[in-house]
């Protein structure tokens, strides 16, 4: 058998949870023995507490998780396929590397590394489109036990100086340019623009994907194939060995407030519990290939298209480009060349390709697709049912996987075809995942509490908070510990709070319904409103502005900007205005972060407080106006009738 913690029936499910409630530190313990390790855990498997917090599971174990992803396999499967890599050009062939050559590849590049004075611990920022390379530079990382910090290619210069900062990285690994649909990035010169306002970065290596033409700094930017060249006659990188707790990667996402924080996952806890939810959630089996759509510098794609996969030694296909490139097919034409059996993505990619009809869906061939999975936002019945009837011709198992950057791995899903399946609902937690529902006075809600073994009498709902460490939970916040707590572990006393709100019906299922905090979902893409209004704000002709959410067909949510702007304006020219403000948005956050509407106010409804009423401006970006409810504590009610009035 090949993974001896696969679940394969409702019993087993059952029966694994309650040990892991029962005995979490056994149950564990037992599930890291089938990993590889420099040094076995041993009894001291979890020291915890939520005050501080501080979380440390397999404490005196050591290890590198690239020796569970690669070398491990190489005796039995090294000539197994490791990835398929499809390029955004469908003409272009696609790649395939066995984990033999992936060994070689990721030992070069980890050699590279060192040879450019890179050493344990010291962080490396990945600025990449969906390439090969993208995949074995964070895995040479993870070799030499530096710590990565992978960028969104979506992310202007703006916010990777606010990384590299916050990082304090020696080096940045990049590429000229990158493709995706039709549309080419320049992301070496967004690197060459954020470098500018940075001095500590010594080394810039650049890989050569597009052949387009860029500015070569001497001394400081240097070439990935000539990098290569000098170490080709190095012995092979070994595996540096790493504490269990060392951190093994930083990658920053959205809050309600400030800048995006640095979320560490470390070595031991993250592999166990992503390779456990993995084989779990998808029931892998060994011949599989497993189709993640998440871009890499999202945790979907670090968790799914490579630590997980690579781990369970599974064969994993990694995409270039989008799924409306050159068509809306695309999705389909991958699944049907490569023979995908497990297809993992996301609403608001399901409701775009829906939004094209049938015709892309023609004559294409979905037969090898057995699961399918959706992550990132709460999927609505209609988006299910299309994907159950038309993509998995309804003999597909769907898992609707619910987690966060800070839990690094699904948290709450059914297990495909094993654990019954409900649209709309994350269904019941993983084995070691403790949920409880909170209600608005910090109390627990009685029956929501999935540890306590008892169900609601009826669908109750609340805050989702977890009550008990996680081998994959967030450890810090990079260099400010105290942010961590306050955000996470400072609203319900001993309880992670995930920011969700949700639901529980009386079978123990979760439904998730979405933030209930000031954090967007816009296609998936966590966003803080406080960071789009920062951006809005830094225009020297805009006072003040409020950003909420608002329900979007495809989107999910789309983002609406109320905006005041400075009364030294004369006669604006409003299309212009707009276009400088979205350009603001564009420069500082990037183009996710856009507002779909901007209205232009005269003044924002506040409290006396001085407080901006954002649920007052929900439900008017909802369009609920007669759903406002008290406007009691307004302090200028006088302004509600002229942004109903100017409603977009
Ligand atoms: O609101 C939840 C939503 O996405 C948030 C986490 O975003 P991020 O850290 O970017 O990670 C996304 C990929 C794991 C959550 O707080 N979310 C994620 N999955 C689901 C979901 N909402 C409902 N159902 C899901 N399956």
């Known amino acids: 058998m090949p993974y001896p913690y696969q679940i394969h029936s409702l019993e087993q499910y059952h029966e694994a949870y309650r040990k892991s409630v029962e005995n979490p530190q056994a149950f564990w313990l037992d599930i890291a023995s089938h990993f590889q390790w420099k040094k076995a855990p041993d009894s001291e498997v979890l020291q915890w507490n939520f005050k501080e917090p501080k979380v440390e599971w397999f404490k005196n174990a050591q290890l590198n998780i690239t020796e569970n992803c690669i070398d491990r396999h190489l005796e039995k499967n090294g000539d197994k396929v490791a990835f398929i890599w499809e390029p955004n050009n469908p003409n272009e062939e696609s790649i395939q590397i066995t984990y033999r050559e992936l060994h070689q590849r990721v030992s070069l590049m980890a050699n590279v590394l060192k040879n450019n004075d890179v050493k344990k611990g010291d962080r490396v920022i990945i600025y990449m489109g969906m390439v090969p390379e993208l995949l074995i530079a964070v895995l040479a990382c993870a070799r030499i036990g530096a710590i990565h910090s992978v960028i969104f290619g979506g992310f202007s210069a703006k916010s990777i100086v606010d990384r590299i900062n916050d990082t304090q990285a020696s080096i940045v690994i990049t590429q000229d340019a990158a493709y995706r649909g039709n549309k080419e990035t320049p992301l070496k010169k967004i690197m060459d623009e954020a470098l500018m306002a940075i001095d500590f970065i010594k080394k810039s290596i650049v890989l050569k994907h597009t052949g387009s033409p860029i500015n070569m700094q001497i001394g400081r930017d240097v070439w990935w ?77 670090h968790t799914y298209t490579i630590y997980a996969p690579l781990c369970a030694g599974a064969t994993v296909l990694m995409f270039e480009g989008t799924p409306t490139y050159p068509n809306a097919g695309r999705f389909w034409d991958i699944v049907e060349k490569h023979r995908v059996n497990i297809l993992y993505t996301a609403p608001t990619a399901i409701r775009s390709l829906m939004s094209y009809g049938d015709e892309f869906l023609k004559g294409k061939d979905l037969s090898s697709l057995t699961k399918l999975g959706s992550v990132g936002e709460p999927i609505n019945e209609d988006a299910w049912i299309w994907f159950h009837e038309k993509i998995g011709r309804k003999k597909c198992s769907i898992v609707d996987t619910w987690w966060q950057t800070e839990t690094g791995a699904c948290m709450i899903s059914n297990l495909a075809g094993v654990t019954p399946e409900k649209p709309s609902y994350a269904t019941l937690p993983l084995p070691g995942i403790q949920p409880v529902l909170m209600d608005e006075d910090g109390k627990i809600i009685e029956g929501s509490d999935a540890a306590s073994f008892t169900l609601p009498k009826e669908t109750i709902k609340g805050n989702l908070c977890i009550q008990f460490p996680w081998p994959s939970i967030i450890r810090t916040t990079y260099r400010d510990h105290e942010r961590c707590r306050l955000t996470y572990f400072s609203t319900y006393k001993d309880l992670y709070f995930t920011g969700d709100g949700c639901f529980r019906d009386t079978e123990g299922n979760y439904r998730i319904t979405g933030r209930v905090d000031d954090v967007l979902n816009v296609s998936g893409h966590r966003i803080g409103t406080a960071e789009v209004e920062n951006a809005i704000d830094s225009s020297d002709i805009v006072i003040e502005s409020a950003v909420v959410g608002y329900p979007h067909d495809i989107k999910g949510q789309g983002i609406y900007a109320f905006i005041i702007l400075a009364s030294h304006i004369q006669n604006p020219d409003l299309n212009a205005i707009e276009h400088h403000i979205l350009n603001r948005v564009t420069e500082n956050i990037g183009a996710i972060a856009k507002p779909d509407k901007i209205q232009f106010v005269s003044g924002l409804p506040k409290t006396r407080s001085g407080k901006i009423m954002r649920r007052i401006l929900r439900k008017i970006a909802e369009g609920e106006v007669h759903q406002i409810g008290d406007t009691h504590s307004i302090l200028n009610p006088e302004v509600l009738d002229e942004i109903m009035k100017g409603m977009k």
């Open 225 to 301: 194939h000539d990098e290569i060249e000098k170490v080709k006659s190095f012995p092979a990188c070994e595996v540096e060995t790493m504490n269990a707790e060392d951190p093994l990667f930083i990658l920053y996402t959205s809050g309600s407030t400030g800048k995006p924080k640095g979320v560490v996952h470390t070595c031991a806890g993250y592999m166990v519990f992503s390779t456990y939810s993995f084989v779990n959630v998808f029931q892998y089996q060994p011949n599989e290939i497993f189709f993640c759509t998440a871009d890499i510098g999202w945790i979907t794609g």
